[in-house]
């Protein structure tokens, strides 16, 4: 396994290649471009808060002051992980003279999905700091508690890894079974109401259910996005341990999968 990582690592050229490429193309003929990426998630931001704010209540007493910037932070660091699962759902099949005529290691292409919207996350997260700073939430660096944001890095690096590891398993799947892409966006849409974007788990999660609501590991993560950069506070260990652990796991499977299939999946394509 550290030998196919180390050749992905040498061909780290062909990689920066296929992200570039998948920006160039994700945003061609849009006059707005990249901007739509920011546009989204802040104009689903705008539906939510006008559904959600008169619909739930007790948000005070959940500790929600400013559901918009409650709402900015969930959306952002779910939509990262839901356009990278999309996205690498077509690596194999929509790639299917590449992935025939060149040999390359075959992971480049889910981890080059992924990577591409790691980037508009990371860029995003300009946008995301600057609202919150002009909502004063407390979690910029003014804020003695804003050394939370130091966690921010391995946050991102488990969300990072959860998202390659399902990617090898879907991008697979795909290849295998076409009706994986459609069942997909159900999951995705079944997915974010079942992780706390648009709600915090405390009004919705009995809780005698917290500890199995929280082997979703996205929920950890989000509800740890949410303690850094809205609460300005570290999350609870076992937020981080959890979905540390489950990432790590769901990596190596994934990894393992793809490796075993993937003679089966030039053969299918």
């Known amino acids: 396994m550290p030998g196919q990582w180390h050749e992905l690592l040498k061909r780290r ?5 296929l992200v570039t490429r998948h920006l160039k193309v994700r945003y061609k003929s849009s006059s707005l471009g990249f901007l739509w990426s920011l546009l989204n ?3 689903m931001t705008l539906v939510y808060w006008a559904v959600f704010s008169s619909v739930f209540t007790g948000w005070r007493k959940a500790g929600i002051e400013n559901y918009a910037a409650y709402l900015v932070v969930g959306l952002f660091s779910w939509n990262f992980f839901a356009g ?5 759902a077509t690596s194999f099949v929509g790639n299917v003279s590449l992935v025939k005529k060149v040999y390359f290691p075959r992971i480049i292409l889910p981890v080059s999905a992924v990577l591409t919207n790691l980037v508009n996350f990371i860029l995003s997260l300009v946008v ?3 609202l919150l700073i002009m909502w004063k939430i407390p979690s910029g660096w003014e804020n003695p508690s804003g050394i939370c944001l130091l966690m921010l890095p391995l946050l991102i690096l488990i969300e990072l890894m959860l998202a390659c590891g399902l990617s090898f398993f ?3 799947l795909n290849v295998l079974f076409r009706d994986v ?3 997909l966006q159900v999951i995705l849409f079944a997915g974010f109401f079942l992780t706390p974007v648009i709600y915090p788990y405390t009004l919705v999660v009995p809780e005698h259910l917290r500890l199995l609501y929280f082997l979703n590991p996205m ?3 989000i509800v740890s996005y949410q303690s850094i950069l809205y609460h300005g506070n570290f999350p609870p260990p076992q937020l981080i341990y959890i979905p540390l652990v489950i990432s790590i796991a769901v990596l190596i499977a994934g990894y393992r999968f793809l490796i075993k299939v993937e003679g089966i999946i030039v053969d299918q394509l």
């Open 219 to 221: 929920a950890c993560i």
């Open 181 to 183: 892409e459609h069942m």
């Open 170 to 172: 879907i991008s697979s």
């Open 41 to 43: 998630p802040l104009l």
């Open 84 to 88: 990278s699962i999309s996205d690498s």
């Open 128 to 130: 995301v700091f600057t």
């Open 13 to 17: 050229e062909l990689v920066k290649n």
